[in-house]
T-cell receptor
Framework: KAGVTQTPRYLIKTRGQQVTLSCSPISGHRSVSWYQQTPGQGLQFLFEYFSETQRNKGNFPGRFSGRQFSNSRSEMNVSTLELGDSALYLC???????????FGPGTRLLVL | SQKIEQNSEALNIQEGKTATLTCNYTNYSPAYLQWYRQDPGRGPVFLLLIRENEKEKRKERLKVTFDTTLKQSLFHITASQPADSATYLCALDMDSNSGYELNFGKGTSLLVTP
């Protein structure tokens, strides 16, 4: 089975712009979670989707949003980018019968 | 507030020795705890999960203990190898009513030297 894929792998944006990141889960996985990883804060939970519904949301401002499509692919969007949004954004997928998260390689976002 | 603490300092050990990493938590009552490995520039990879009613779990050279009274998990790598060098993260579930929401520690960097 192919693993979790994320596109793009690298992205450079400027302050004030918006960005959309994409995640394709492992085939058959219907839960998709997003995390932000920075050297200072570590891995922080953004949100989790299952069957196109957001089930959980972390403590991030409303500029961070996401959605899931009927084929379980997910996108996350960050509007009005700030310098502090520079991070590695990781997507993870899972099935209902396991708590294990399978992570993708991440999208590294640099905001200038 | 809920907090997960892992040794912030890097752990340097010699090949063949046992590496022991610590994960302490406060203000949690997790149903389970997980350990992940992360290599530079890559996403975390799942290693082991231990549930609140389990004291110990093993997988090949890996062993995890879970003490809900002390609110601590220990992660052991026996007969360590240079290939074990990576950052190791512990993660606890957020006790959500539904779905998954993991809270991660900041990780401990392990360096195994020949």
């Amino acid at each position: 089975k192919a693993g979790v894929t994320q596109t793009p792998r690298y992205l450079i944006k400027t302050r004030g712009q918006q960005v959309t990141l994409s995640c394709s889960p492992i085939s058959g996985h219907r839960s998709v979670s997003w995390y932000q990883q920075t050297p200072g804060q570590g891995l922080q939970f953004l949100f989790e989707y299952f069957s196109e519904t957001q089930r959980n949301k972390g403590n991030f401002p409303g500029r961070f949003s996401g959605r899931q499509f009927s084929n379980s692919r997910s996108e996350m969007n960050v509007s009005t980018l700030e310098l502090g949004d520079s991070a590695l954004y990781l997507c993870a997928s899972s099935t209902l019968d396991t708590e294990t998260q399978y992570f993708g390689p991440g999208t590294r976002l640099l905001v200038l | 507030s809920q907090k997960i603490e892992q040794n912030s300092e890097a752990l340097n050990i010699q090949e063949g020795k046992t590496a022991t990493l610590t994960c302490n938590y406060t203000n949690y009552s997790p149903a389970y705890l997980q350990w992940y490995r992360q290599d530079p520039g890559r996403g975390p990879v799942f290693l082991l999960l231990i549930r609140e009613n389990e004291k110990e779990k093993r997988k090949e050279r890996l062993k995890v203990t879970f003490d809900t009274t002390l609110k601590q998990s220990l992660f052991h790598i026996t007969a360590s190898q240079p290939a074990d060098s990576a950052t190791y993260l512990c993660a606890l579930d957020m006790d959500s009513n539904s779905g998954y929401e993991l809270n991660f520690g900041k990780g401990t960097s392990l360096l195994v030297t020949p």
